[in-house]
C-alpha cells in the first residue's frame, strides 16, 4: 500500500484539492487523505498510521510528535525551517510545487525524482540559447537529459524538417491524449552532443496558449514516460502556462547580457516578480551574466 499524507487546514475546500490533487498524479505513490478536525485525526491515528501530517496549525504537531512527520503549512511565503519546525511549506505555492516539497520530505515515496531546469532571458534568446545548450551538454555527463526550446519562434531541430520530425507541437498534443502515445513519441529522439530534444514548435499559438494545468501534466508526464533524469527548458516569454513552469522547476537561470551585470529587462522581470508575491519563482532564480 501506499505511503499516506494527512492534511489538516482550515479550510476543507483547500484541503480536498489538494488531496484530489496528490490522489490524481500516479507518478507520486502517495495517498492522501483529509480531516475536518482534531478529532478526526485522532480517531485515524488510533487505527491507522500516516506517513506525514500536512496542517496550517502547528498545534497539531503534538497530536503527530510519536505517530508522523509533521510539516507546517505557513501563510508566510518567507518562512523557513528551524529547530523547532524542521519542515515548513509554503501554503499558497501551486499544487505542484508543494507536491514536489512532500515528495523531498518523505523518503517512502517510489517516484523517481527528476530535476527540471528552466533558462530564461526576457533580454536575449540567443545568448540563452548557447547557455541552455551548454547546461544540456554539462547535465548529459551526469544523467538522460532532454531539452524542450519552449520558444514562440524556436527553430530548434528544424532546419532540415521532415514529415517523420518530432516537433515540440506534436509533444504538446500527444501529452493531452493517453500514455501510449507519449511512451512511442518519447522513445528514440533525436540527439546533439549527447542529449535528447524536440524540434522547435510549429505554431506559436501551441506555447502562448497553453494553460498551468497543462504545463504540470507536460512536465509530469515527461517524468513519467521519458525515463530522464534532467529535463531542460528554453524560454524567454512569459504567460500563465510559463509562470507554472518557473514554479515547477528546480533552479531558474536568469541570463543576462552586459558588461555591468543584471541587464534592464532582467532587472524589471525581478521587480515585477517581487511585486506580485512570486516568491516561489525568486527562490529559484541564479542569475547568469554573459
Known amino acids: 500500500m501506499d505511503p499516506t499524507l494527512g492534511i489538516l487546514v482550515s479550510s476543507p475546500g483547500y484541503a480536498k484539492r489538494l488531496a484530489d490533487y496528490f490522489n490524481t498524479r500516479r507518478d507520486v505513490g502517495l495517498r492522501a487523505v483529509t480531516f475536518r478536525t482534531t478529532d478526526e485525526l485522532k480517531g485515524?491515528?488510533?487505527?491507522?498510521?500516516?506517513?506525514?501530517?500536512?496542517?496550517?496549525?502547528?498545534?497539531?504537531?503534538?497530536?503527530?510528535?510519536?505517530?508522523?512527520?509533521?510539516?507546517?503549512?505557513?501563510?508566510?511565503?518567507?518562512?523557513?525551517?528551524?529547530?523547532?519546525?524542521?519542515?515548513?511549506?509554503?501554503?499558497?505555492?501551486?499544487?505542484?510545487?508543494?507536491?514536489?516539497?512532500?515528495?523531498?520530505?518523505?523518503?517512502?515515496?517510489?517516484?523517481?525524482?527528476?530535476?527540471?531546469?528552466?533558462?530564461?532571458?526576457?533580454?536575449?534568446?540567443?545568448?540563452?540559447?548557447?547557455?541552455?545548450?551548454?547546461?544540456?551538454?554539462?547535465?548529459?555527463?551526469?544523467?538522460?537529459?532532454?531539452?524542450?526550446?519552449?520558444?514562440?519562434?524556436?527553430?530548434?531541430?528544424?532546419?532540415?524538417?521532415?514529415?517523420?520530425?518530432?516537433?515540440?507541437?506534436?509533444l504538446l498534443f500527444t501529452a493531452r491524449k493517453n500514455e501510449t502515445g507519449m511512451r512511442k513519441l518519447m522513445s528514440g529522439l533525436p540527439s546533439r552532443d549527447g542529449w535528447d530534444y524536440f524540434a522547435g514548435t510549429e505554431y506559436y499559438a501551441d506555447l502562448w496558449q497553453y494553460s498551468p494545468g497543462e504545463m504540470e501534466r507536460l512536465i509530469r508526464e515527461c517524468k513519467q514516460y521519458g525515463g530522464y533524469e534532467n529535463i531542460v527548458f528554453l524560454c524567454g516569454f512569459f504567460s500563465p502556462g510559463v509562470e507554472a513552469l518557473l514554479e515547477c522547476s528546480d533552479v531558474i537561470y536568469l541570463v543576462s547580457t552586459g558588461p555591468e551585470g543584471r541587464d534592464v529587462r532582467s532587472n524589471e522581470f525581478i521587480r515585477q516578480m517581487k511585486y506580485a508575491g512570486k516568491q516561489a519563482i525568486l527562490t529559484r532564480i541564479k542569475e547568469v551574466c554573459l
Request: net charge negative; aromatic share 10%; with cysteine.
Open 44 to 170: 485515524y491515528l488510533s487505527t491507522k498510521s500516516l506517513t506525514l501530517l500536512l496542517s496550517d496549525d502547528i498545534s497539531n504537531r503534538e497530536i503527530t510528535a510519536d505517530k508522523c512527520r509533521f510539516c507546517y503549512l505557513s501563510d508566510d511565503p518567507e518562512a523557513e525551517p528551524s529547530g523547532d519546525m524542521p519542515d515548513v511549506i509554503f501554503k499558497f505555492r501551486s499544487a505542484s510545487a508543494i507536491v514536489r516539497s512532500v515528495l523531498s520530505l518523505n523518503p517512502e515515496t517510489s517516484v523517481s525524482f527528476n530535476h527540471i531546469y528552466t533558462v530564461f532571458s526576457p533580454a536575449s534568446n540567443e545568448t540563452a540559447c548557447r547557455y541552455a545548450y551548454a547546461l544540456c551538454t554539462r547535465l548529459s555527463g551526469e544523467g538522460r537529459t532532454l531539452f524542450l526550446s519552449w520558444e514562440l519562434f524556436g527553430a530548434m531541430g528544424r532546419e532540415k524538417a521532415t514529415q517523420e520530425q518530432r516537433t515540440i507541437s506534436d
